[in-house]
């Protein structure tokens, strides 16, 4: 169950698995697998509001990346060494995510441009993910709604608005509010995967 109070990402989705006993390094282990390169992910224990919590830092080299697209990102998990339950629910969500950019920015799926150094950091959010999910053994996923944040972002495409048209997209029928935290608490990535893997949103199950 995933308690979104305070609104969900890719980096705060891992910090939970390996808080919930995922192995950063068996997760460094099984991410080797995909052809990438270009980043380090380390894990560290962090107070927030004198609550104990783990810290997932996803670090991005400063070299450029090749320009990928949905076919990039589906070939790099297709040909990794992945168990073929990740492979499918990586993809799952690669897909969701291209689907939902593609509606906002008026082109199809395959011709969405998962911007340079946004991808590896997507990929390893993502697919992760998906690793530490299978690592505890979970087998299903369900999510309280979610708290999004408000204000403004700074992206590749200019400011724009909270929450991302993407998370908009990607959160249609789910549970979600607006608050008076100026932040970002909900980005298009936590949304994607939260949204693709879950299959109901609510109170805590009893």
Request: hydrophobic share 40%; with cysteine; aromatic share 4%.
């Amino acid at each position: 169950y995933f308690d979104c109070f305070s609104g969900i990402s890719g980096d705060m989705t891992l910090g939970a698995l390996v808080d919930a006993g995922v192995s950063i390094d068996a997760l460094r282990s099984e991410l080797a697998k995909l052809n990438l390169s270009g980043y380090e992910i380390t894990a560290e224990k962090v107070l927030r509001s004198g609550l104990s919590a783990t810290k997932v830092h996803v670090r991005l080299d400063n070299k450029l990346q090749p320009a990928r697209h949905l076919a990039d990102i589906r070939n790099i998990i297709e040909t990794s060494e992945l168990s073929g339950t990740i492979k499918q629910n990586s993809i799952s969500i690669f897909e969701r995510l291209a689907a939902a950019e593609a509606k906002i920015h008026g082109t199809t799926p395959d011709k969405v441009h998962f911007h340079e150094v946004g991808a590896v950091d997507a990929i390893v959010d993502i697919v992760g993910s998906v690793i530490g999910l299978e690592m505890l053994g979970i087998t299903a996923i369900t999510g309280s709604p979610l708290n999004l944040g408000s204000g403004s972002i700074r992206t590749a495409h200019g400011i724009l608005p909270v929450p991302a048209p993407a998370t908009v997209e990607l959160l249609k029928g789910i549970p979600c509010y607006g608050s008076s935290v100026p932040f970002e608490l909900t980005t298009p990535t936590g949304a994607v995967i939260l949204s693709t893997l879950g299959s109901s949103f609510g109170p805590m199950p009893q």
